[in-house]
């Protein structure tokens, strides 16, 4: 249960992380979330190095990887991907 200083995020994965990480979706409890960026996040799951091209999304809208988050957010990491 979150304490006043935590805070709740959902983490989703697709495609090809998906697969890699072995899961898709994950809620977190993170103590210092006035901390956090989506770059601490990915470091903090040890989901291998930063990469070219990953895309990250926050409440559905792509964000830079330095963006602060906040209680609630849903966080959504994308790997690069092509169209056709």
Request: glycine fraction near 8%.
């Amino acid at each position: 249960m979150p304490n006043s200083q935590s805070s709740v995020l959902k983490v989703r994965l697709f495609a090809s992380l998906r697969e890699l990480a072995g899961w898709h979706e994950r809620t977190l409890i993170l103590a210092d979330l006035d901390q956090s960026t989506a770059l601490a996040v990915w470091e903090e799951l040890q989901l291998g190095p930063w990469f070219p091209g990953l895309r990250i999304a926050i409440n559905w809208q792509f964000a830079e990887p330095e963006q602060k988050l906040v209680a609630g957010d849903e966080l959504a990491f994308l790997p690069p991907f092509t169209g056709g």
